[in-house]
């Protein structure tokens, strides 16, 4: 087999036409040999192309017959720098013309061989008309213009008992090699070794249809090529003919279109979740301030005994247990409203120590990395103790040796938004400085399965389901602004850190709260759908000493305080009204009588306010249902002092 020599007598001769005539006779690449300018043969492909009955139609012919007119000079300018020696192109776009005249954009490869009656010029053509909008799109790239201008493959490489025997530009280049060096090179040596099984059975089985393998240039480097063969006869012996391309490129795209798409799906079915967790705990709030309301009543009876005060303790602390469950499901959708102040998370981490340790104290040892004067984050006390709480839980039942050991470490960095795409939660998160928190273990790790999985509801690895878990850690730090990152195969632990956006702030120093006597005046306007809530909410507050006018939707709210403006001292407000909702009720309420305060109830969370601007649009003050009594009054004090 010859080399794709460009001069004189280098490399082997191809001594057997009758060989070569049969390979590209089967070829489904356009096809071409021509010796001083003339077609000499031509493949059936190359016929077609050019609009001749056959072959022999075509043999005899000009090769300028094939080019349009305005393109001649071209191809005449070509054929001297070969006639010359000159090192000429052997790739370009022309336009080529049939035999009835018409023309179209034609993609010609050529290259030349020394065969026993003198040197040979091949050409592989093709009709590039689909993509002419594309190439000239292109034009600026040479390298993207060479892979979406090709006629149909960029390689050409024929070998035979495994060994290269000849080779155009292009193929060898794509290898590292140029088309001499390349000859008597193993096909093994070009295959990368997790493809090298694959290749064999190829060449073994003669088989025909496309396939991708991964390739191995002469730098050791590697590609994913696209390959496609025949085997024919020559001396009786099986030769292969190969034609390839790199589609490394191409394969890097659809990798990312197809992570972007399991991204999108996995957001969409953490969003459709949170909407119906927020709805369960919106429903399941009312029920629970109904409960909450009638206890502190109840207990405001004198006549009642020890023993009923204790088992109405105990129906306060089971419905504290259940509002504690919608407050995670909340946090999951991302509803949770966030009391936010400057938090040192190393502090907060070193504060829950002592807790941590008894909580995981017989399955493993908790050691500490915190880094000391953290800048500060803005968050919720209470949510970012969760967070905490649950990662150690999870590090802890991961973990089954005695002397199993659960990592805490603090950090400060900046981050940009690319690193958190990926991200389960952070697809929103900003460049900045981040502060974090890393829990490690060393258990058994998790699976691609199970970290798909690790933020759905109720997921457990655990015979029994504990609740939302790491469900209500993504909630939260979604919530923050946050990211999380997840890094953990099997045997290998795992590793899981979360991040928050740091801020300027100093972290305060834990307040005290000053207790007030649970007595005030002033009429308050109650407004509520729920009857049972709106009763015992009233019965409250008229045990403190307010007097209450209520109303059962916003619209029966507006025409109260229309009526009623000058006496009204305070509204207290539902967010989620048939007819009329809160928000849409408290603009109504501040164009009536916008000095009177308005706090807002909600069991839906109400996050999305922290981010309306304008006083017109938000509420003096936010009260979570279930509310407990004396954050229902102090609230009311507080607006109306302000």
């Not at 012996?237 to 990798?255: A, H, L």
């Not at 007030?516 to 409250?540: A, P």
Request: proline fraction near 5%; hydrophobic fraction near 40%; aromatic fraction near 4%.
């Amino acid at each position: 087999m010859s080399s794709c020599a460009e001069r004189g007598e280098r490399g082997p001769r191809v001594e057997d036409h009758a060989w070569l005539e049969a390979l590209f006779d089967e070829s489904p690449v356009a096809i071409g040999f021509a010796r001083n300018g003339m077609v000499s043969n031509a493949n059936p492909a190359y016929a077609r192309l050019f609009g001749y009955a056959g072959v022999a139609a075509v043999r005899g012919t000009s090769l300028l017959d094939q080019i349009a007119p305005s393109h001649r000079p071209q191809i005449l300018r070509l054929l001297a720098e070969r006639a010359k020696g000159d090192r000429a192109p052997y790739h370009y776009l022309t336009r080529g013309m049939r035999q009835d005249g018409s023309e179209f954009p034609l993609d010609v490869t050529t290259t030349r061989v020394v065969v026993a009656d003198g040197p040979l010029l091949i050409a592989f053509v093709s009709d590039v008309s689909e993509r002419e909008d594309g190439v000239q799109a292109l034009k600026a790239s040479e390298e993207r213009f060479r892979a979406l201008s090709g006629a149909a493959f960029e390689g050409v490489a024929v070998h035979q008992d495994g060994k290269i025997i000849l080779a155009n530009e292009a193929g060898a280049a794509m290898f590292g090699f140029d088309p001499t060096s390349i000859v008597g090179v193993s096909m093994m040596d070009l295959t990368a070794p997790e493809s090298r099984a694959l290749v064999k059975d190829r060449i073994r089985r003669g088989t025909t249809e496309a396939c991708e393998a991964v390739a191995q240039r002469k730098d050791g480097s590697t590609f994913i090529a696209e390959v496609r063969a025949r085997t024919l006869s020559h001396q009786g012996q099986p030769t292969r003919f190969v034609v390839c391309r790199d589609v490394t490129e191409r394969k890097r795209i659809e990798d990312e279109q197809r992570a972007l798409g399991e991204r999108v799906q996995q957001a969409q079915k953490l969003e459709s979740l949170g909407v119906l967790a927020g709805g369960v705990a919106h429903d399941f709030n009312n029920i629970l301030t109904i409960i909450s309301n009638e206890v502190a009543l109840a207990k405001r009876d004198a006549s009642i005994g020890s023993t009923t005060v204790a088992r109405l303790d105990s129906i306060a602390v089971a419905a504290e247990r259940a509002a504690d469950l919608c407050r995670q499901m909340l946090a999951y959708a991302g509803r949770a409203r966030l009391e936010r102040a400057p938090v040192d998370l190393s502090a907060l981490v070193g504060e829950m120590t002592s807790m941590l340790e008894a909580s995981i104290a017989k399955r493993a040892t908790l050691v500490r990395e915190l880094v000391p004067q953290l800048p500060a984050l803005l968050g919720d006390t209470t949510q970012l103790r969760q967070v905490v709480m649950n990662l150690v839980l999870n590090a802890a039942e991961a973990v089954s040796a005695p002397d199993a050991i659960i990592r805490m470490s603090t950090g400060t960095g900046n981050f940009e938004a690319s690193a958190f795409v990926g991200c389960p939660a952070g697809g929103q998160a900003k460049s900045g400085p981040y502060v974090w928190l890393e829990v490690r273990d060393d258990g058994p790790g998790m699976d691609a399965t199970t970290r798909a999985q690790m933020f759905d509801p109720f997921f457990t690895t655990k015979f029994m389901g504990r609740g939302l878990g790491m469900a209500a850690v993504l909630g939260i730090v979604r919530g923050h602004g946050g990211a999380i990152d997840v890094d953990s195969s099997p045997g290998r632990g795992t590793r899981v850190r979360v991040l928050f956006p740091a801020c300027e702030a100093q972290p305060l120093p834990a307040a005290t709260r000053r207790a007030e006597e649970l007595r005030g005046s002033g009429v308050v306007l109650l407004v509520d759908d729920e009857k049972n809530v709106r009763v015992s909410t009233q019965m409250l507050l008229r045990g403190f000493g307010f007097e209450v006018v209520t109303a059962s939707d916003g619209a029966e709210a507006v025409d109260v305080l229309r009526s009623a403006s000058g006496r009204i001292d305070a509204v207290l407000l539902d967010l989620t009204m048939p007819r009329m909702d809160g928000a849409e009720t408290l603009k109504h309420l501040r164009r009536i009588a916008p000095e009177i305060p308005v706090v807002l109830t909600t069991g839906y969370g109400s996050g999305h306010l922290d981010d309306v601007p304008a006083r017109s649009e938000r509420p003096d003050a936010v009260l979570p249902k279930p509310y407990a009594v004396g954050d229902l009054f102090a609230t009311l004090q507080r607006v109306m002092r302000r």
